[in-house]
Structure formats: structure tokens, C-alpha cells
Nanobody, 116 residues
Framework: QVQLVESGGGLVQPGGSLRLSCAVS????????MGWYRQAPGKQRELVAR???????NYVDSVKGRFTISRDNAKNTVYLQMNSPKPEDTAVYFC??????????WGQGTQVTVSS
């Protein structure tokens, strides 16, 4: 069974930085495109960034130029570097595969709170 374990969240000031990690186990990680998703209170979960098996990245407009997604296939881990976060980036962040019809079972996510 695939397990997703997100970490690295916390309280960060606007303009600061934070790096999220997602460790994936139970599958061949390198075969999957991966995405970072987020869900703010009262809102639907949304895709924030994605990375293909070959390392091609794509971002939602609201985070372009500030967030960077990357992956380390040797460590079965996908990362999200968050630079210059804004209060509207406050949400629970999750990782999951991208592009297939069925998601892996969601992990617990990691809370990111952007506030001064």
C-alpha cells in the first residue's frame, strides 16, 4: 500500500521561506508524476505544483516565481520550496500522484500558516 508522509510545515512570516517534504513508500516512486496540493479552510483542495517523471514542472499562477517543486528519486521524496509566502498560501499541504485517474490514499498533510 502506498504511503505518503508530508512534513516541514509550520508558522512562517510573509516573505520568509519554508521547504516541505513528502516521503513516498510502497510503490515505484520514479514512475509517477507528482503534485503538491493544498486545502485552505472552507475551500476545495487545489493543485499547486506538479513535476513529471522527467523533471518538467508546472505551477498554478498564484505561486509562479515563488514556489519550486523538485524530486529526488533516490530518496523517494518530492519537495516544495516556498519562498516569499503570502497569507493566502495558508493551508494544509498534501502530495499525491498527478495525472492518473485515481489518487493514492491521502496522507495527513502538513499545515502551513503564513502570518506576521
Amino acid at each position: 500500500q502506498v504511503q505518503l508522509v508530508e512534513s516541514g510545515g509550520g508558522l512562517v512570516q510573509p516573505g520568509g521561506s519554508l521547504r516541505l517534504s513528502c516521503a513516498v513508500s510502497g510503490t515505484t516512486f520514479s514512475l509517477y508524476a507528482m503534485g503538491w496540493y493544498r486545502q485552505a479552510p472552507g475551500k476545495q483542495r487545489e493543485l499547486v505544483a506538479r513535476i513529471t517523471t522527467g523533471g518538467i514542472t508546472n505551477y498554478v499562477d498564484s505561486v509562479k516565481g515563488r514556489f519550486t517543486i523538485s524530486r529526488d528519486n533516490a530518496k523517494n521524496t518530492v519537495y516544495l520550496q516556498m519562498n516569499s509566502p503570502k497569507p493566502e498560501d495558508t493551508a494544509v499541504y498534501f502530495c499525491n500522484q498527478y495525472g492518473l485517474g485515481t489518487f493514492f490514499t491521502w496522507g495527513q498533510g502538513t499545515q502551513v500558516t503564513v502570518s506576521s
